[in-house]
């Protein structure tokens, strides 16, 4: 069955602490894979994604992700966090074995201290 | 450019009652898309329209859900009648293609009693 999981249902970090957000998935075929992220009162909005090429991608707000093809992972990483990262973020994945609909997982809360 | 709406934003109504949700996409959007997320869990796909027909209507939850899109533009989503299992955040997003992202709109937040 195709799934996604998100290792932190809850992460708290100090500001300047670096991020690592764990994402696995199965999902069989070719897969596009993407981070979101809904910022308290806001829409969900796209993060980063990979379709294909360099397995490392770069995002918007000092994000990156690396697709492990290996490993069916897409960690998502920020060196240095700030209060305003605070958010939820969610990793997804479609493909054309789905019919191109997106199947997320169940989103990690992160919060910033200042 | 405008992004996806949704209306309303919030909704609470008894059990047994009807509610329509509204979800107005990205013009020049063919894809539309309802996901709903129950509280604390993962974001489900509910369906896929491309322009006015159900490309992929697997993750309605039973036939208390009816979902259209007249003419290709906007969508509605009804649920009749409303059971307090429903109650979530409705999501809508649209797509110009298969391939590329889809942009999400607010979501609707129903609350069943």
């Known amino acids: 069955a195709q799934s996604v999981s998100q290792h932190n249902h809850h992460v708290i970090l100090s500001e300047a602490a670096s991020l690592e957000l764990g994402c696995n998935y199965s999902?069989?075929?070719?897969?596009?894979l993407f981070w979101y992220v809904q910022y308290p009162g806001q829409h969900l909005q796209l993060l980063l994604k990979?379709?294909?090429?360099?397995?490392l991608v770069k995002g918007i707000k000092g994000f990156e992700a690396e697709f492990i093809k290996s490993k069916f992972s897409f960690n998502l990483r920020k060196p240095s966090v700030q209060w305003s990262d605070t958010a939820e973020y969610f990793c997804?994945?479609?493909?054309?074995?789905?019919?191109?609909?997106?199947?997320f997982g169940a989103g990690t809360r992160l919060f910033v201290k200042a | 450019e405008a992004g996806v709406t949704q209306f309303p934003s919030h909704s609470v109504i008894e059990k047994g009652q009807t509610v329509t949700l509204r979800c107005d996409p990205i013009?020049?959007?063919?894809?539309l898309y309802w996901y709903r997320r129950v509280m604390g869990k993962e974001i489900k796909f509910l369906l896929h329209?491309?322009?006015?027909?159900?490309?992929?209507e697997s993750g309605m939850p039973n036939n208390r859900f009816l979902a259209e899109r007249t003419g290709g533009t906007y969508s509605t989503l009804k649920v009749q009648p409303a059971e307090l299992e429903d109650s979530g955040v409705y999501f809508c997003?649209?797509?110009?293609?298969?391939?590329?992202?889809?942009?999400f709109g607010q979501g609707t937040r129903l609350t069943v009693v």
């Open positions: 013009s020049g959007h063919d894809n």
């Open positions: 997003a649209s797509s110009q293609d298969l391939v590329t992202e889809a942009f």
């Open positions: 990979y379709f294909s090429g360099d397995p």
């Open positions: 999902y069989g075929g070719t897969v596009n």
């Open positions: 997804a994945v479609n493909g054309n074995t789905g019919g191109f609909k997106t199947i």
């Open positions: 329209f491309v322009k006015e027909s159900k490309q992929d």
